[in-house]
């Protein structure tokens, strides 16, 4: 198995993300004493802070700086990358917004194996390496066994390896710009323009301290009537779940998820939500959740404290009017 | 414009539980239904937006078995011009970029301007579309949900990134994009509709017509190989409460109130 092993670094404002040292992490279960090279990729004294803060992480950090990558572009980062990595590498990427953008297509380039979202990994065996994902969103889990003879791009999920901090050496950076750029900055055919900040909605679930969230298994629009009022007997806000949003029956400010709001309460009560990642992913702080769910299996009991297995829709009603009775 | 729509048949997580069969070799396929995937749905909705305004064809495409029409059909019923349905016993165990590498060839068949995905299927691998992107040398967007028509040469793309917010990206055709859900509300498919299209004949396209070898696609060509499906063993989970509805209330209520829950 490889003895060098990439790590895609992402990084805002100068800072690195969490997923950094859960890469570091995810490449130890890989090979324990391999090299770990991490890739930066930006603009200036934001990069070179980063590269210095993660430093002593790494074996390595092969930076790429130029203006152009101030807000990195996945289609112009991709031809970059493929002319710096050594033949039959591995590299690991964050799956997340950006990984999506560039991993893929990364895999094509380099004629290199892909394994996408990956949250387990069970070592390597005779150039094979066995992986663990989620299909179904997240109802069953398979193994996959992948030949990285030829190298292998891997998405990690974030937050799936818990991160290694234990790593502490000279800070090596290796500037890789006038490398990985030697022809230039391509004109790329896809250009960004700017970022678009989410609409504030009439609540902010962000600061809500007890959460009544609802999901796919409200069934209708006419049904969210019922988690108003149970929410107003309580005391709570309501948020929800993605495919809400998506069927615009809720704004998206009270989206919960990575791709949606992060919330910090102290109670969180999902109903008819299944759990899947994304959703998990925008809840921090380790709130009390209370899942109820007709569907046993759901993936949100793993997460929950406390689960009643019913239809939200028969259930609802009735803690509502026991709330009421109690409050007189 | 000329719009190809890469779509899947799945079993509908919202219509199933799904299981393990007995020796983890497979999930339980008897009685499951199966739909659309609900991200290629959005593809085909907004490709026929896009074509409403400004005028050019839809075409939807499937790689499957021959159970595989029954979406493309579905598709044309919403409104999709033209369906392919690319099946051959030779692209069973495909991975990813074996089904990539089949939709690369039946995209050079035709003239199309953009090609669209959906962000991802039941395998939660969101892979397809930048793989095709990257064998075409198109430029590729993911996550897409937002498509302005510029002119005929350009296009601008909203991008769903982390927090709800929104990258604005400005992309040349011909380009490959994956379509988040919610970027539009799919229009609904009646039995009227789906009897309009139901005797239209879906050519079929094989390896041979499409010039894929088992290098290619296919059981011998996949560099990953799904072992088994399994339901990881419960950790320590949610305690469910047990007991008659009334009881499960008191108790929750009582939870409720200990940890601050109700105000």
């Not at chain 1, 809500?208 to 209708?220: A, F, K, M, Q």
């Not at chain 2, 069969?21 to 991200?39: A, H, K, M, P």
């Not at chain 2, 995209?107 to 299927?121: H, S």
């Amino acid at each position: 198995m490889a003895q060098q092993i990439f790590a895609y670094i992402l990084h805002k404002d100068g800072t690195a993300d969490d997923t950094a040292l859960e890469l570091i992490a995810a490449a130890g279960v890989l090979n324990p004493d391999a090299s770990i090279t991490a890739i930066v990729a930006g603009s200036g004294t934001e990069l070179d802070t980063v590269c210095q803060n993660i430093g002593p992480r790494f074996d390595e950090v092969w930076k790429i700086d130029h203006e152009a990558l101030a807000y990195v572009n996945a289609e112009v980062l991709r031809p970059a990358l493929v002319r710096i990595l050594p033949k039959a590498s591995t590299i690991l990427i964050p799956h997340e917004h950006f990984g999506m953008d560039l991993a893929p297509g990364l895999s094509v380039k380099l004629d290199a194996a892909f394994l996408p979202d990956v949250f387990g990994l069970e070592g390597i065996e005779n150039e094979k390496l066995k992986a663990i994902r989620e299909e179904f969103l997240g109802q069953v889990s398979t193994h996959v066994l992948c030949d990285v003879s030829n190298g292998v791009v891997i998405t990690v999920r974030p937050g799936s390896f818990k991160a290694d901090e234990s790593r502490n050496r000279d800070i090596q950076i290796v500037d890789k710009s006038a490398e990985a750029l030697a022809d230039g900055v391509p004109g790329s055919a896809r250009r960004y323009l700017e970022v678009v900040a989410a609409e504030v909605g009439d609540v902010d679930i962000t600061k809500s301290d007890v959460l009544v969230s609802v999901g796919r298994g409200i069934e209708d629009q006419d049904n969210l009537e019922i988690v108003f009022d149970l929410a107003k007997a309580m005391g709570a806000d309501v948020s929800c779940s993605r495919p809400i949003v998506d069927a615009k029956w809720l704004e998206k400010s009270r989206q919960v998820g990575t791709s949606g709001q992060t919330v910090k309460p102290k109670v969180y009560l999902a109903l008819g939500i299944s759990g899947a990642f994304q959703h998990l992913g925008g809840i921090k702080g380790a709130p009390f959740i209370i899942a109820v769910n007709k569907n046993p299996k759901a993936p949100i009991f793993q997460a929950a404290d406390v689960g009643v297995v019913d239809d939200i829709l028969d259930f609802i009603p009735e803690l509502t009017d026991r709330i009421n009775e109690i409050k007189g | 414009m000329e719009i190809l729509v890469c779509i899947k048949r799945v079993p509908d997580t919202s219509e199933n539980e799904i299981e393990v069969n007995r020796d983890g070799t497979d999930i339980e396929r008897d009685d499951l239904v199966y739909s659309v995937n609900e991200w290629d749905n959005y593809a085909v909705e907004e490709a026929i937006q896009i074509r409403d305004k400004v005028g050019g064809s839809v075409t939807v495409v499937t790689v499957g078995d021959e159970e595989g029409e029954e979406v493309v059909r579905r598709e044309m019923a919403m409104g999709a011009d033209h369906g392919i349905l690319i099946s051959d016993e030779a692209f069973t165990g495909s991975d990813g970029k074996g089904i990539s590498a089949v939709l690369k060839a039946e995209v050079e068949k035709g003239n199309y301007d953009l090609i669209l995905t959906g962000a991802q299927a039941d395998d939660g691998a969101g892979q397809v579309g930048g793989m095709l992107a990257a064998m075409l040398d198109r430029p590729y967007a993911s996550l897409v949900n937002l498509i302005e028509v510029v002119d005929e040469k350009t296009i601008k793309v909203g991008r769903e990134i982390a927090g709800g917010n929104q990258e604005m990206n400005e992309i040349d055709l011909p380009c490959v994009l994956s379509i988040q859900t919610g970027i539009n509300e799919p229009r609904y498919v009646g039995i009227r509709g789906i009897r309009k299209v139901a005797s239209l004949e879906i050519p079929v396209h094989t390896a041979t017509e499409l010039g894929i070898g088992a290098d290619a696609a296919g059981t011998s060509a996949a560099r990953s190989k799904r072992l088994d499906y399994f339901v990881p063993e419960p950790g320590e989970g949610a305690e469910i409460l047990e007991g008659s509805t009334d009881e499960i209330i008191d108790k929750l209520i009582e939870l409720l109130k200990a940890k601050g829950g109700i105000k």
